[in-house]
């Protein structure tokens, strides 16, 4: 039996007689032997692992080294539903070609044993966390990205010798220290000066790349404009930033390798480690989520600007580049950023929205578009064709997805990717739908601050196209709701007794 105790997600222990051939493992490298043993009897015993190995099942004990769940897996475990026996959950570890070679039985991060488990080692568990995140110091995901690097020297050119000079040098130092199987003094001398440059470098990029984030954290013309106006900037220090952070994790990883290899001093030094690895993993996941949010937010806006009539390229420090090719480097990027994270990369499917009220299909170009201006992870409900009733009457296009709906003026949408105005679905207060002899219905929204009346165009007086305007009513009307905070009372309408006003 094969037993994985996942330690944080995607990331779990592996305990067996013999380390399977067609599982890839990470071993336990640069903590002493007296360091990974200690560990390990913790681990076991924490898990129950250890009482298995006192009753008399052999080899229960055997602690292999590490197992990186891929993103795909997690996803597999989070929809699947696994057999469960004595608190583990049951399964099988699978051949290339689909055949069951070993059962499998794992505590995963997110269960309460797992939780359990953790408690129970302690500082310990800083160790674990040290191994975690050497084996994430990858030199395949460190490698550059050569349109960005070049990008980042050319527009970085005062700073680009001091960051390429750290990070050849924690690469090296990690190089080193593998050889070695130790972080000993020799390994840890050529970083232990270095870091005020890493934190100032990493501060420099972070504050950039924090910065970007602002600028774009406004309306979508303004969102536009910066991009086509820094889009080279915003790669170089997105690139920049990586490079920084890398360096500094990496110094700070081998720091903790470093202390944990004084067993003189085990004792205090395990307090003194859960504090270098929680410090170190709070800063790292910030700083990535940061330049990922970037990212994500620099590739949504290339593609959507690259479905937009006009301009088809975007201004470089040495010619102007297709948005094409624009598009090529943020999602590079993106993609990078996401091994990283050892999350899976990912982008909005194409719109299919169940309700479409139109006199015929909705166009392409409006889903296209949409896909790109719309936020994440929300799917489009219901699309329509409508007019807002004004003095003067404007086509526009109302959303419904499962959170909020938008109006948008067609113009907007078709032209600048805009989405002009969102509601809350939870905001609706009241919806009324009301058919007109030999014209369009009306379709009136009551929220909590406006009253919105929107027309149908003639084609959705009757028949089908009258059926899916009313459907489209009833899936907003779906969502009224007069929370208790807005409820009033009076007494003459609660049986209260009516007096008499003296004159």
């Known amino acids: 039996m094969v037993s994985l105790v996942e330690i944080e997600l995607g990331v779990a222990v592996l305990f067996a007689d013999h380390a399977p051939d067609d599982l890839k493992l990470i071993p336990f490298e640069m903590l002493s032997a007296q360091t990974t043993q200690r560990l390990a009897d913790k681990l076991a015993m924490a898990s129950g692992l250890g009482n298995l190995a006192a009753q008399g099942i052999q080899n229960a004990m055997d602690v292999q080294g590490l197992v990186r769940l891929a ?19 049951l399964g099988s570890l699978v051949t290339s070609d689909g055949k069951i070679a070993h059962s499998v039985r794992w505590a995963p991060a997110t269960g309460a044993q797992s939780v359990g488990i953790l408690a129970a080692i302690g500082p310990a568990a800083a160790l674990l966390a040290i191994q975690v995140q050497l084996a994430s110091i990858s030199r395949r995901l460190d490698e550059n990205i050569e349109l960005t690097r070049d990008v980042l020297r050319a527009l970085h050119e005062d700073q680009w010798a001091t960051l390429l000079g750290l990070h050849e040098t924690t690469m090296r130092a990690v190089r080193e220290a ?51 106006k820094n889009i080279e900037q915003i790669l170089a220090d997105s690139h920049g930033m990586l490079m920084a952070e890398w360096s500094w994790y990496r110094a700070q990883v081998l720091r903790a390798g470093h202390i944990s290899r004084d067993e003189a001093s085990a004792v205090e030094n395990e307090r003194l480690l859960a504090e270098v690895v929680a410090e170190t993993e709070r800063e790292h996941t910030r700083a990535m989520t940061d330049v990922a949010d970037l990212l994500a937010g620099l590739e949504r806006q290339c593609r959507l600007i690259a479905e937009l009539p006009g301009e088809r390229s975007l201004p470089f420090t040495t010619k102007r580049r297709s948005i094409r090719d624009a598009v090529a480097m943020a999602a590079a990027l993106a993609e990078r950023v996401a091994e990283l994270r050892n999350v899976a990369y990912t982008r909005p499917v194409p719109l299919d929205p169940p309700l479409a009220v139109f006199s015929e299909a909705v166009p392409e170009e409006v889903l296209r578009i949409l896909r790109w201006a719309m936020r994440d992870e929300e799917p489009l409900l219901a699309i329509a064709d409508v007019n807002i009733d004004r003095l003067v009457g404007e086509n526009a296009y109302l959303g419904v997805t499962p959170e909020r709906f938008f109006i948008s003026a067609q113009n907007a949408v078709r032209k600048q990717g805009a989405i002009e105005r969102e509601f809350p679905l939870s905001d609706v207060r009241y919806v009324r739908f009301r058919e007109r002899d030999k014209r369009g219905p009306v379709l009136d929204i009551i929220t909590m601050e406006e009253n919105i009346r929107l027309t149908f165009d003639d084609w959705a007086g009757n028949g089908q196209g009258l059926e899916d305007a009313s459907r489209l009513g009833n899936l907003l009307a779906a969502a009224m709701d007069l929370p208790e905070s807005e409820r009033r009372t009076d007494p003459l309408l609660s049986g209260g007794s009516l007096l008499p006003i003296s004159s």
């Open 71 to 89: 993103p795909e897996t997690l996803e597999a475990l989070n929809t699947a539903q696994p057999m469960t026996s004595g608190g583990w959950n």
């Open 178 to 228: 593998e050889a070695a199987g130790a972080v000993n003094d020799h390994v840890f001398a050529s970083i232990a000066t270095k870091d005020a440059d890493l934190r100032k470098q990493r501060h420099l990029f972070m504050s950039l790349v924090r910065g970007h984030i602002k600028a774009l954290d406004t309306d979508s013309a303004t969102r536009r404009a910066h991009i086509q």
